[in-house]
Structures are given as C-alpha cells and as structure tokens.
C-alpha cells in the first residue's frame, strides 16, 4: 500500500505541475498547448486517485474478464474489441504528434510521450499481456521494471511541465 500512496502522490505532483503549466502565461505561438495541459492535469489526477485507493486492480481485472472470456482468436467480445481499438486509437495518436512535432514545444511533446508510456502501461497490465509477466514484472532489485518505467514516466511529465511553464515570460499565481 505504501508503493500505491508514493505512485499516487507523484500522480499529483504531475497534476500540479500540469495545471502550473496550463496557468502560466503564454505567447501565441504556444498558447493552444495550454489546453493539453488542462488535460494532461484531468488524466493524471483521475490515475492519481485510482493509484491511491487501488481502485485500478479492479479496472485491470474487470477488462482482464472481460478480454478472455473465451479464446481470443473464436470470438471477440466488447472487452477484446474495446482495447483493440484503443491500441489503435493511442497509435494513431501516436503518429499525429511524430507528424506535427516541429510545431509543438519541446515540453509539450516530452509530456505526451511520457502521458502515451503511462496510458499503455496501464492498458498492457490490464490486458494481461506475456509481455507483462515476462518483462515488466521482472525484479530490478526492491522494484519491477514496470515501476522504473512508471517512475521515470512520471518524472518526465513532472518536469516537462516545468519547463513549459518557465518558458512563459511570467507566470501566473497559483
């Protein structure tokens, strides 16, 4: 329980510092970039209290359920289709902001590809993949490297939204 409050509090933190970041004062060019940030806020804060009350463990095995119900390849259900299309759906997503990265600040690009890490691991353990049990539940000393990644993750989103907001002449109170 300790692990899930330390994860939950740095859900926040990214919470925080993507509200600072959506706040904060900013030229034309990078002023539309401030609602990605109300966003990024909304998603981490819902993860953060999820984290925090271990409600994901039930998210993870309702679609767990309802994805091997029967054999996968026999017959779909609304559970197997469902992260199907949001596999294809992050992919996509994924393409659009490779194809429009020159227009995007650094930060923000950074921050998405940090929020897509922590979305898709969050999708591959609650689809139960191998490569779950295999390789991110694999041991790094006290730790997984499922955590490494969700730590490092954090990390990025925490200080990716720093940084956009001290690249704003000034920034607004919080």
Known sequence: MVVESVFAVGYVVCSATAILAHVADRSTATATAGNFWLRVASITALFAVLRYASLHVYLERAVRNAAHAEPFLNSLHPGQIAVLLTLVAFGLALGGLFLFKKKLPKSV???????????MLAIIHSASLYVTGAVLQAKIGPTTI????EATALFLLATSGLAFAKMSPSTAPI
């Open 109 to 119: 690009f950074i921050a998405a590809i940090s929020l897509f890490v922590l979305i």
């Open 146 to 149: 499922s955590r490494v990644i």
